[in-house]
């Protein structure tokens, strides 16, 4: 277990330079730079290229990124806060703990709302419940966040006024509320959906019958056999949900005008900040790696069949 | 058989499943009995009901399956008559059954131990953990399982499929029921493990005094493990009786068919063997007269039009076809 955790680790820093180094050329590919305005003079620009070593070759300047990274050093911003630590633009105004707030939240709720739905709609197979179900979850995994976000807002906080509009800096239970619903609205029905089916698969595999000739409770038939088993496709789809909801938040955070990392991290690529997309897609980049090793272990723990050691990281 | 010898009585046992093209009877009046540590050979094709037939005694039946009439009669109690908690603690408990395919039929996510040790507490909460797994390893030891101490901790994908039996075979004997179903217990194994398996079944049977219900469509089974035998055709019983007799003197015709399409070892190796023409009847529309009649070499008029009754041969050995009420019509005018 130890060797191979060490193993991912060291994958994860090789991923991440592959990350660091298509970020960096396709930004530079981006026709613009960040000091481009109607006022700038081109002396200025070049004033500014010379200051923050944008004037050397690009292979030079990747090269001081990695060095710099590898030192921890996030550089500074280049125009949105100008002069600003990265570091401190991300860390210290709470960007970071806001968006992972915001996203541990919703990703705990499509967890524990999704998969419990999606035993109760494949124990009740057939019934009015599972049918009700079946289209809540079909609707919700069709309509999109912004639409889910406005219809939120435009009803509970506009026509019946229970819930703060400008949900801002989360400091309170009630600001959380409908922006981690709408982040969480696909995911959910998705796990729900999905929870169903590999449930309903599990439910008529033999082991079953086999527990059931045994004299075995219902209730522990479904939550010990038939559960654990059929969690194992619903963790290999945890992964992407992680990714979904960590790096999605960009319009939830826009609509309810939270001040968090994903609606950041659009505006930097508008504003061709590149310190601020290069460590942005670094730091998010790393929490899906990161979240990816926790579902690989889950999923350890989960299925015994399944070696860790065997696979390469 | 005397009333209070019987372990378990089967009368008139009718099952269907209602599916959208109608009522398949499968299972359609079958009626037995079984005393303590007998163990009974249930012999038919695929789809003759035999499976079913078990399945309602566990009370195992899954939609849209269900028991239409008869009777089911267990030490004195009416076990269609059970509220579904007490069959939960019936089954495992009093009867338990395993299966064909043991590489399936175990949860691959918890360890040997774990589902044995389940099949215990589940009917007995008050035992203690270390009790239930001192009782578990012994039943491992007790299958043949070596190094049962260890393996008890492993999961199933870490047995082959002979050990997997055992496995199975341990936790359906693990709480010491009175019968036990097995439903083609060794059709997915390989041969020299069939032997091995039914080698173990039979010392066990011996030891542990169960009666078992051994279901197959493999004659040579039977022959080696069974004490009587009921042939079933497509979900009625056609002929039973002991083994011997069913071997060495079958009435049916069906049966006979089936013990001519079987190679023997003491043939010269230059006999054909001769297959039963012709495929199952469809359950959904069966005959109106005898439901082996489409493929019976013997088949006369009345056959097409009537259900042949039983004949008695005596000892337990009787047989239901037409055919027994028209060679000696003075003799076996007996027949029920």
Not at chain 1, 185 to 209: G, V, W
Not at chain 2, 60 to 65: A, I, M, V
Not at chain 2, 285 to 310: E, S, T, V
Request: hydrophobic letters at 45%; a neutral charge.
């Amino acid at each position: 277990m130890f060797s191979y955790i060490l193993k991912r680790i060291l994958a994860a820093v090789a991923t991440l330079l592959i990350i660091m180094a298509v970020t960096f050329f396709l930004m530079n590919a981006i026709p613009g730079n960040p000091f481009l305005s109607e006022k700038a003079s081109p002396h200025a620009i070049e004033l500014a290229f010379k200051k923050y070593g944008l004037d050397k070759p690009l292979i030079v300047q990747f090269k001081n990124y990695v060095v710099n990274y590898l030192r921890g050093d996030l550089g500074v911003s280049l125009k949105m806060q100008e002069g600003t630590s990265v570091k401190d633009i991300i860390f210290n105004q709470g960007k970071f703990t806001r968006s992972i707030k915001l996203g541990l939240s919703a990703l705990a709720l499509a967890i524990l709302v999704g998969i419990p739905l999606g035993c109760i709609a494949a124990y009740h197979r057939g019934s009015w419940l599972d049918g009700f179900l079946r289209v809540m979850t079909t609707v919700g995994v069709a309509v999109p966040t912004f639409v889910l976000a406005t219809l939120l807002l435009a009803t509970f906080a506009v026509k019946l006024p229970l819930l703060p509009v400008k949900s801002g800096e989360l400091t309170d239970f009630r600001s959380y509320i409908m922006p981690v619903i709408s982040l969480s609205f696909y995911y959910t029905c998705y796990l729900a959906k999905l929870t169903r089916t590999s449930m309903l698969d599990a439910i008529n595999q033999d082991y079953i019958r086999t527990a059931r000739a045994k004299g075995v409770k219902t209730s522990k038939l479904v939550l010990k056999h038939a559960l654990r088993n059929s969690l194992i496709p619903v963790i290999t789809y945890l992964g992407p949900v992680m990714a979904g909801i960590i790096t999605g938040s960009f319009v939830v955070e826009s609509t309810f005008q939270i001040p968090g990392l994903g609606k950041y991290f659009v505006q930097s690529v508008m504003n061709r900040d590149y310190t601020i997309i290069m460590a942005t897609t670094v730091i998010l980049s790393a929490l899906v790696i990161f979240m990816n090793l926790v579902v690989d272990i889950a999923y350890k723990i989960v299925d015994p069949r399944i070696t860790l050691t065997s696979k390469e990281g | 058989m005397a009333e209070n010898d019987r372990l378990i009585e089967v009368k008139d046992l009718q099952v269907s499943f209602f599916t959208p093209a109608g009522e398949v009877k499968a299972v359609d009046g079958i009626s037995y009995s079984l005393g303590y540590n007998e163990v009974m050979g249930v012999v038919g094709e695929s789809g003759s009901g035999k499976s079913v037939e078990a399945y309602s005694i566990i009370g195992l039946l899954q939609n849209p399956g269900r028991v239409v009439g008869g009777s089911i009669t267990f030490e004195g109690e009416d076990l269609l008559a059970y509220t579904p908690e007490q069959m939960r603690q019936f089954r495992g408990n009093k009867v338990s059954m395993i299966f064909q395919n043991p590489m399936t039929c175990l949860n691959p996510v918890y360890t040997i131990g774990n589902q044995l040790m389940e099949a215990l507490t589940c009917h007995d909460s008050s035992i203690s953990a270390q009790d239930a797994r001192k009782r578990a390893i012994e039943m491992l030891e007790l299958v043949g399982i070596n190094n049962a101490e260890k393996r008890i901790d492993q999961y199933p994908h870490e047995f082959s499929g002979g050990m997997r039996q055992r496995a199975m075979i341990a936790m359906a004997l693990i709480c010491k029921p009175k019968l036990l179903i097995a439903d083609e217990p060794t059709t997915a194994l390989d041969v020299t493990i069939q032997a091995q398996i039914l080698e173990l079944m039979k010392k066990l049977q011996q030891e542990e005094q169960t009666s078992i219900i051994f279901i197959t469509h493999n004659l040579g089974v039977v022959a080696e493990i069974c004490d009587r035998v009921s042939v079933m055709y497509a979900g009625k019983i056609v002929e039973q009786g002991k083994v011997n007799d069913i071997f060495y003197n079958p009435l049916h015709p069906y049966t006979k068919g089936l013990l001519a399409s079987m190679p023997r070892l003491d043939s010269d190796g230059h006999e054909r063997l001769i297959p039963i023409e012709g495929t199952p009847i469809d359950l959904l529309n069966p005959p109106k007269g005898c439901n082996f009649a489409p493929r019976c070499k013997d088949c006369r008029k009345i056959c097409l039009r009537q259900k042949p009754p039983f004949a008695d041969y005596g000892d337990g050995h009787t047989s239901a076809c037409w055919l027994h009420f028209m060679e000696d019509d003075g003799e076996e005018a007996s027949g029920k």
